[in-house]
């Protein structure tokens, strides 16, 4: 008796430190365990069984009891695993604005924030002289908006989501550097026309990836950018009909 005893106790022992699979089964069977026993093992631990027919037509012919082989057929031909300590995963991109508008929103806090427009005051044909005096043909649009900082300040890492217009798409879009003067910020891009590298002439347009992740609504994968004055211009704020004209765009002052 106490032999058998001891026979139960390595077994389990054995049987607690591994993943329980046929052969785990067929073993406490031969050890005498009862059929309790040994469901609650597969119900409770990890298990990796081979459930096809020719293996259950050769499990029973062990022994094993059709209680036993249900309860292997429940867990499952793939197993399971043991549990893995719960972590903090990303939000799913089902994880919206509730009735958002079109727009610009942001992440803060766990929370999406509409990112608010600013006015721009547009002048077509000229040039920002303290960014660059050469190099710019018709087709330059200047974008002059009030204040040394946006309202929307932001941090890194940024989550941006673009709510689109129907028949628009993310690409129509420029994401743009803002330069700052003592008390307003300025910006150029190009409407139409071609802006040379010579003389120092730069764009202030920032190449971005936007990726769809519902209908309308895409989420924007930005570059690598140092702190300062930025903003999404939407398509036809920059086309002006005159020399000058008043327009929008969604900006933000990324921090540190």
């Known amino acids: 008796m106490k032999t058998v005893r001891l026979l139960l106790i390595m077994t389990l022992g054995a049987l607690a430190q591994d993943v329980l699979t046929n052969d785990s089964i067929v073993k406490m069977i031969k050890a005498g365990l009862g059929e309790g026993v040994i469901v609650s093992m597969i119900q409770n631990q990890p298990g990796k069984y081979a459930v096809t027919p020719d ?40 994880d919206l604005p509730k009735d958002p508008d079109i727009g610009v929103y942001f992440r803060k806090g766990g929370n999406w924030e509409e990112m608010l427009p600013e006015v721009v005051n547009w002048k077509t044909g000229g040039v920002l002289k303290h960014i660059a005096t050469a190099g710019v043909v018709k087709g330059d649009v200047n974008g002059h908006l009030d204040g040394v900082h946006s309202r929307n300040s932001v941090a890194t890492p940024l989550e941006v989501l673009i709510y689109v217009p129907e028949g628009v798409a993310i690409t129509e879009y420029q994401l743009l550097h803002l330069h700052e003067n003592p008390d307003s ?51 036809g704020a920059g086309t002006a009909h005159s020399s000058a004209s008043i327009g929008k765009i969604y900006t933000f002052r990324l921090l540190e």
């Open 55 to 94: 293996d259950m037509v050769s499990l029973k012919g062990q022994g094993v009891s059709e209680k036993v082989l249900s309860a292997m057929i429940s867990k499952g031909a793939g197993g399971s695993a043991p549990a893995a300590p719960a972590t903090v995963s990303a939000a799913p991109d089902s």
């Open 185 to 235: 910020r300025e910006f150029r891009t190009v409407t139409g026309g071609v802006m040379h590298e010579s003389g120092g002439a730069t764009r202030d347009v920032i190449p971005f990836e936007g990726k769809r992740v519902a209908k309308g609504v895409y989420k924007v994968v930005l570059p690598k950018m140092g702190a300062g004055e930025y903003g999404f211009l939407p398509p």
